[in-house]
């Protein structure tokens, strides 16, 4: 069996929870660039007035002009989403963390087909708990939800036979109820469901609104013959869905281990030299740690607190292992020109994660001799494939290697 805990609004209510005084008003979070500025998270009173994330900051203070607009800060969710993973590995050891939703900056965990954007700006959670029977499902959702309460962050779960299932269930849930939907009756369950739910694009489901489709009972009445036909691999992928059939298994997140090392000034500073050598400060003792142990690394994580303007995160995943200073550098050099920031850099922080040992590699005492049998190896497959004719001159290193002259 599958728990999903699905947390609406989540950034939203991290920041309510640190401004007591903006825990009752309309809020909603911004992405703290110097471009035009985004609304990337809302609460959940500013979405009852239809604040949307990805709509404009200036159309929403036009729109509700009361709305109290503060700047993104994805560390301090961070720190929110691992306190919530402690308590839930009480519970289970496979959870899977499927959609931060705090922002088009920060990586999309696992994407799958639960991890479609969402106008609640939710945390989702998978949990495999294996085969317990009704009565002992209901106990364990209960402690769950207890132990989730000292949290004090609104929390909807689902239980159900597949990960599709019940992520629609924990959406129907009410706070501080279950939904648990038995074997076989997941088409039953999903049926009154609004089809913008599958994982579908833009373009499929204006024409699924065009074709009066609204919800998954209705398309999954569709003729499967032709869902490939008219939606492609996706629509057979959300037929599937749609009727109540997802095999996707719960990945195991991968905690993995971490450095981290960072720099603060007393003024904020916006001079690109003072932030170089910074940058280049951290760099050189994070990876003199990563020498000393014998460790490359492939995940690089830059934050930078802005004076007054939250903090902004940058990720990116190198294409090979390294523990080259030049080429992390040159990493660095490209996130902070992306970063277009909006205000002085109060603190730096860099993270390097996905650390693995060095991979040994055999000293050779005759480089030049593998140079030679490669040589040779090449040459006798030309050989063995086209024949000895084909080729009318020997191998050295002051001429061409050989000439290629049909004969025949």
Request: glycine content about 4%; charged content about 20%; overall charge negative.
């Amino acid at each position: 069996m599958i728990l999903c805990v699905f947390f609406p609004f989540f950034a939203a209510r991290v920041e309510q929870q640190q401004h007591a005084e903006a825990s009752d008003e309309l809020l909603a979070l911004s992405e703290n660039t110097r471009v035009v500025r985004r609304i990337a998270a809302v609460s959940e009173q500013a979405a009852t007035l239809d604040i949307r994330p990805g709509m404009l900051v200036r159309h929403a203070q036009a729109f509700v002009p009361e709305i109290s607009v503060l700047p993104l800060n994805p560390p301090r969710y961070r720190q929110a989403l691992d306190a919530l993973l402690k308590t839930l590995y009480t519970f289970s050891d496979r959870i899977e963390l499927t959609y931060r939703g705090w922002g088009t900056g920060d990586e999309k965990v696992s994407l799958s087909v639960q991890s479609a954007a969402s106008s609640l700006n939710p945390a989702v959670l998978f949990l495999d708990i294996g085969m317990l029977k009704p009565q002992a499902l209901f106990n364990f959702g209960e402690q769950l939800q207890d132990a989730l309460r000292h949290h004090h962050l609104p929390t909807l779960i689902g239980i159900a036979a597949n990960r599709f299932t019940a992520w629609v269930a924990a959406q129907s849930a009410r706070e501080g109820e279950i939904v648990y939907v038995p074997p076989g009756e997941e088409r039953w369950m999903l049926m009154c469901h609004p089809v913008s739910l599958l994982p579908l694009n833009e373009k499929t489901q204006r024409r699924l609104w065009w074709l009066g489709i609204r919800t998954l009972g209705d398309f999954a009445r569709l003729p499967s013959a032709a869902m490939r036909a008219q939606f492609g691999k996706a629509g057979q992928v959300a037929y599937q869905l749609a009727q109540g059939i997802d095999p996707t298994p719960v990945q195991r997140l991968k905690r993995e281990r971490e450095i981290s090392r960072n720099v603060a000034f007393e003024d904020g500073v916006s001079d690109k030299q003072i932030i170089d050598e910074a940058l280049k400060q951290l760099t050189t003792e994070l990876l003199a740690s990563l020498d000393a142990v014998g460790e490359t690394m492939r995940h690089v994580r830059l934050t930078l607190v802005l004076d007054n303007h939250g903090a902004r995160e940058l990720e990116t995943k190198l294409r090979h292992r390294t523990n080259s200073a030049a080429q992390l550098t040159r990493k660095l050099q490209k996130l902070l020109e992306s970063a277009r920031l909006a205000a002085p850099i109060s603190e730096i922080q860099l993270t390097l994660g996905d650390l693995v040992p060095t991979v040994a590699t055999q000293l050779e005492l005759f480089p030049a001799m593998r140079v030679i049998e490669s040589r040779q190896a090449v040459l006798d497959d030309l050989v063995a494939c086209y024949g000895e004719h084909f080729f009318i001159t020997s191998l050295d290193d002051d001429q061409p290697i050989f000439t290629a002259v049909d004969t025949a």
